[in-house]
């Protein structure tokens, strides 16, 4: 094992995800809460309307709960080296058996539509899906993947990897991590 490296989410995009989901459902509530009253003259609109997007974000905000938890505040750990290993939970992906790398909206669940996943398919042909809750900026973890992943991975996955960008991405992103170190 030559290092472990936490990849974190970040703290602003916690409190965004908090307000987006948790806030918007309690507005929502007000709002079916004013039309129950009648404190307002759209109250056929309100009712409904707050039924809806209350119960929407509600179960939304059940669903990123993880992201507020000790366990959201790590999104993926990384063992570099030869034998080195991405994972998450009771996710685990050796890094020379990944095929692919990616992260990204999906179809594979409900949550996919909403949230971004890392994907990883490995040379099995299995899917491994990791969430990051929209806490996990997408720089952090090309970064990541950069640094610590793509030295290790087969020519095959490091070929699939930089495919997925222009050589004029792949360098602007490579001078903002030589900044950063």
Known sequence: MDGL???RGKMFFRCWLFLATFGFGAASLWLFY??????????????????FFSLFFFTLFLIVFPAFTKKGNVIFNIIEGENGRLF??????DIKDMKSIRMDWHRYSLKGIFLM????????????RIPTYNILPEPAFYKAVELHI???????????????????QRNAYLKEFDKDR
């Open 88 to 93: 998450s939970g009771k996710k685990s992906v």
């Open 150 to 168: 793509l030295p290790h991975m087969t020519e095959e996955a490091r070929q699939d990897w930089i495919g997925q960008f222009t050589d004029a």
């Open 5 to 7: 490296i936490e990849v």
């Open 117 to 128: 996943d890392v994907l990883i398919r490995t040379r099995e042909n299995r899917m491994v």
């Open 34 to 51: 004013m039309g129950m009253t009648f404190q307002t003259k759209y109250y056929l609109l309100a009712i409904p309307a707050g039924l």
